[in-house]
């Protein structure tokens, strides 16, 4: 039976319908994306991480948002060229949605409530280097930023978060998603 987190509906790049119920079974990592963001490299570990796990079952799942200093201005269709162009991406993507403030998708909402709190590197930094530079970061269980990171195990449940600055290929990451893909 799906859990409530794979009966959210969402739409592909492309507008299809879908949800994380598509990918029942598999190993989720849930990560909100931006095309013009100082994160945006991390694509290549993504890509990276997809292709080296997903014979064993993971899918990485990236979910455009632009409301981190608007990094994310592009089209759909834009959006998948740039990523399709700069870092041959081929894990599935979806439409552009809201994962902080006013419009929060039902998606986010459930992602964040179920997981309130990302592990990050050197105790929140990330969060304080944000501030420093006057950006508001809102509380603790808000996406804090692009390439905030979800792990979502073969049944349904979010099991982890980690923050925008812990690159996908980090040693917490990887050794997550090999856990949950051996169970």
């Given at each position: 039976?799906?859990?409530?987190?794979?009966t959210i509906a969402v739409?592909?790049?492309?507008?299809?319908?879908?949800?994380?119920?598509?990918?029942?079974?598999?190993?989720?990592?849930?990560?909100?994306?931006?095309?013009?963001?100082?994160?945006?490299?991390?694509?290549?570990?993504?890509?990276?991480?997809?292709?080296?796990?997903?014979?064993?079952?993971?899918?990485?799942?990236?979910?455009?948002?632009?409301?981190?200093?608007?990094?994310?201005?592009?089209?759909?269709?834009?959006?998948?060229?740039?990523?399709?162009?700069?870092?041959?991406?081929?894990?599935?993507?979806?439409?552009?949605?809201?994962?902080?403030?006013?419009?929060?998708?039902?998606?986010y909402a459930r992602l964040?409530?179920?997981?309130?709190?990302?592990?990050?590197?050197?105790?929140?930094?990330?969060?304080?280097?944000?501030?420093?530079?006057?950006?508001?970061?809102?509380?603790?269980?808000?996406?804090?930023?692009?390439?905030?990171?979800?792990?979502?195990?073969?049944?349904?449940?979010?099991?982890?978060?980690?923050?925008?600055?812990?690159?996908?290929?980090?040693?917490?990451?990887?050794?997550?998603?090999?856990?949950?893909?051996?169970?």
């Amino acid at each position: 039976m799906p859990t409530e987190i794979e009966t959210i509906a969402v739409s592909t790049i492309d507008g299809a319908d879908a949800s994380l119920g598509d990918y029942a079974g598999k190993v989720r990592l849930v990560v909100n994306v931006a095309s013009k963001c100082g994160l945006t490299p991390q694509y290549e570990a993504l890509e990276a991480l997809y292709r080296k796990y997903r014979e064993r079952g993971l899918e990485v799942l990236a979910f455009p948002a632009n409301e981190f200093g608007h990094q994310e201005p592009g089209t759909e269709a834009e959006i998948k060229e740039f990523c399709s162009t700069n870092y041959q991406v081929s894990f599935p993507m979806f439409r552009k949605i809201v994962v902080k403030g006013e419009g929060l998708h039902p998606l986010y909402a459930r992602l964040t409530a179920e997981r309130p709190e990302a592990h990050g590197l050197n105790g929140g930094e990330f969060r304080t280097k944000l501030e420093g530079y006057g950006i508001k970061t809102g509380a603790p269980s808000e996406v804090l930023w692009n390439f905030e990171k979800f792990l979502v195990d073969r049944q349904g449940k979010v099991i982890g978060r980690f923050a925008p600055d812990v690159p996908p290929d980090a040693e917490l990451i990887v050794s997550a998603i090999e856990r949950a893909l051996s169970v």
